[in-house]
Each structure stands twice: as C-alpha cells, then as structure tokens.
C-alpha cells in the first residue's frame, strides 16, 4: 500500500518559517523523483519543488527560487519542504506527491505524478 503522510503546515507571519515533511511508505518509499505542489483557494495545482533521484537534482518553481529549499532523508524515506521569507501569496495547501518512473520533462506536471499525499495548509498573513 502507497502512503505519502505530510506533516508540518501551519500559520505564519510574512518573513517566517516553515519546514514540510512528507514520509512515505511502500511503493512510494522508492520513488524516482518526490516533489511537493500546491493549491490556493481557487487556484489550480501548481508546482513547487522537486527531487530526483539519480543524481539528488532539485528542481524549483520561479516564484520559490532561493526562499524555499526541498532535501531528502534516504534513511527515513522522508522529504523536507524548508520555506524561508514566506509571503502572503504562498498561502495554500501543500500536497507531497511521489512517483516511480516519471520523465526529467514532466517533473513539474501534476496529472504525471501517481501518488499524492492528503495535504497540509499553510497560511502566511501579512
């Protein structure tokens, strides 16, 4: 059985702190590449960040480039989210999503993605 578990949302002032974990478990816990997207009230899914597997690359969205740093813990099959300088506009919910053989081009692509975690709220007021 394929779990993804977040953890770490909250509330936040503008220029906080919020560090996002997502555990996974079974199928997942292998996974070639994790990332982490979001969704705002109204708002479709939109990326964030991702890991790869071969070679640990990161990837980033632009509007998180250099506030917002994602790592993995191979040993606990854990991914971190670390959100710096959070700002009013990164109020949304969090969904960790993982897959086993998604391409380098669909990295950023949510419909791609085969796992997904419940996801955590976050919200940055101002």
Same mark, same amino acid.
């Given at each position: /059985? =394929? /779990?993804?578990? &977040?953890?770490?949302g909250?509330?936040v002032?503008?220029? %906080?702190?919020?560090?996002?974990s997502?555990? *996974?478990?079974?199928?997942?816990?292998?996974?070639?590449?994790?990332?982490?997207?979001? +969704?705002?009230?109204?708002?479709?899914r939109?990326?964030? *960040?991702?890991w790869?597997?071969?070679g640990?690359?990161t990837y980033?969205?632009?509007?998180?480039?250099g506030?917002?740093?994602?790592?993995r813990?191979?040993?606990?099959n854990? =991914?971190?989210? /670390?959100?710096n300088?959070?700002?009013? &506009?990164?109020? *949304?919910?969090y969904?960790?999503?993982? #897959?086993s053989?998604?391409?380098?081009?669909?990295?950023r692509?949510?419909r791609?993605? #085969?796992?997904? %975690? +419940? %996801?955590? +709220? =976050?919200t =940055?007021?101002?």
């Open positions: /059985q =394929v /779990q993804l578990e &977040e953890s770490g909250g509330l002032q503008a220029g %906080g702190s919020l560090r996002l997502c555990a *996974a478990s079974g199928r997942a816990s292998g996974s070639y590449a994790m990332a982490w997207f979001r +969704q705002a009230p109204g708002k479709e939109e990326f964030v *960040a991702a790869r597997r071969n640990g690359y980033y969205a632009d509007s998180v480039k506030r917002f740093t994602i790592s813990d191979n040993a606990k854990t =991914v971190h989210l /670390q959100m300088n959070l700002k009013p &506009e990164d109020t *949304a919910i969904y960790c999503a993982a #897959d053989s998604i391409i380098l081009s669909s990295i692509t949510a791609d993605y #085969d796992y997904w %975690g +419940q %996801g955590t +709220q =976050v =940055v007021s101002s």
